[in-house]
Antibody
């Protein structure tokens, strides 16, 4: 079955950087678009980014464009989120998910990893 | 772009039906039938319940249904059960290769 496991979260100071990983299994990773979504404490879900399956084209929400970079390694069945210039408002649980580019929806989700940015 | 608008909370008794609304604009929900709905039990992975406005993924109960009218999408849950108590989020394509979520609705089963 589809399994997505995020890792790399933790405590970081404002202005710092962090790289999240998402290990995928149970499906042909290279065939799927992938996405990152976050949830700040007490807040709703926020879509951040997605990456295509073929040429790894990326799209970003305005809130993270220029600071966050999504990439993938199909040989390792892994998705990454490089987060730079972190701010207190980036504190959240970060989820990776599979993304259906036809239905524009998120089929399967991981359990998330917590990122805390201290000011 | 502002988040889609959902009621903060709804409630219902077991066996009843409830509807959660999700209001956007003519630039997102009003133009594209690409609204999805997610069930989120805190501490667990969110789950896709409805996509393309009204389609159910395999394995999702037919008690869950979706619809759209103008700039507003809706999720209806019939025959409420205790396990339906969760947070529900709508999400829409925005027409510029980006997506936007609603603020979320907490469903309480009385």
């Amino acid at each position: 079955q589809v399994r997505l496991v995020e890792s790399g979260g933790g405590l970081v100071k404002a202005g710092g950087s962090l790289r999240l990983s998402c290990a995928a299994s149970g499906f042909t990773f290279s065939d799927y678009y992938m996405t990152w979504i976050r949830q700040a404490p007490g807040k709703g879900l926020e879509w951040l980014s997605y990456i295509s399956s073929g040429d790894s084209t990326t799209y970003y929400a305005d809130s993270v464009r220029g600071r966050f970079t999504t990439s993938r390694d199909n040989a390792k069945n892994s998705l990454y989120l490089q987060m730079n210039s972190l701010r207190a408002e980036d504190t959240a649980v970060y989820y990776c998910a599979t993304f259906s580019s036809s239905g524009w929806c998120f089929d399967y989700w991981g359990q998330g990893t917590l990122v805390t940015v201290s000011s | 772009q502002s988040a889609l608008t959902q009621p903060a909370s709804v409630s219902g008794s077991p066996g009843e039906s409830i509807t959660i609304s999700c209001t956007g604009t003519s630039s997102d929900i009003g133009t594209y039938n690409l609204v999805s709905w997610y069930q989120h039990h805190p501490g667990k992975a969110p789950k896709l319940m409805i996509y393309e406005g009204s389609k159910r993924p395999s394995g999702v109960s037919n008690r869950f249904s979706g619809s759209k009218s103008g700039n507003t999408a809706s999720l209806t849950i019939s025959g409420l059960q205790a396990e339906d108590e969760a947070d529900y989020y709508c999400c829409s394509y925005t027409g510029s290769s980006t997506l936007i979520f609603g603020g979320g609705t907490k469903l309480t089963v009385l």
